[in-house]
C-alpha cells in the first residue's frame, strides 16, 4: 500500500518515537503493557487546536514479542503498527483501520 503523495509528505514531518515497552505512566492512563504503537495527540483535522503535538510511538520489544522473533514478521509488523497508527492520524476509528487491513 503507497499512501497518495499529500499523505505521504505530511506523515514524514509526523514524528514517531521508540521504546521498549508502555512505561508506568502510560499504563496508568490505560495503556496495556503489550501494546504494539500509540498515536497521541490530535487529529490531522484538529492540528492547532490541542496542546500537545501528534506523535508515534512503536514499542519495540511488543513487536518483537507479536512477531514471535522473526525477522521479516517483525518488519512487516513494524509497518502495519505504523500504517494503523498513521490512520488514527488520519482521524480513522478501528472499524475504518480493520476494513483497510490494518488491525
Given amino acids: 500500500m503507497r499512501l497518495p503523495k499529500p499523505l505521504r509528505e505530511r506523515a514524514t ?9 508502555p512505561n508506568t505512566e502510560l499504563q496508568a492512563e490505560g495503556i ?7 498515536f497521541t495527540g490530535a487529529e490531522f483535522a484538529e492540528e492547532g487546536h490541542v496542546p500537545m503535538p ?7 520489544e511488543n513487536l518483537w514479542d507479536y512477531a514471535e522473533r522473526d525477522e521479516k514478521a517483525f518488519r512487516e509488523e513494524i509497518r502495519t503498527t505504523f500504517l494503523h497508527e498513521l490512520g488514527h492520524f488520519l482521524g480513522l476509528d478501528e472499524d475504518d483501520l480493520a476494513e483497510r487491513g490494518l488491525e
Fill in 13 to 21: 514531518e509526523l514524528p514517531v518515537t521508540f521504546e521498549r515497552k
Fill in 32 to 38: 496495556e503493557e503489550d501494546t504494539l504503537g500509540l
Fill in 54 to 60: 501528534p506523535q508515534i510511538i512503536l514499542f519495540l
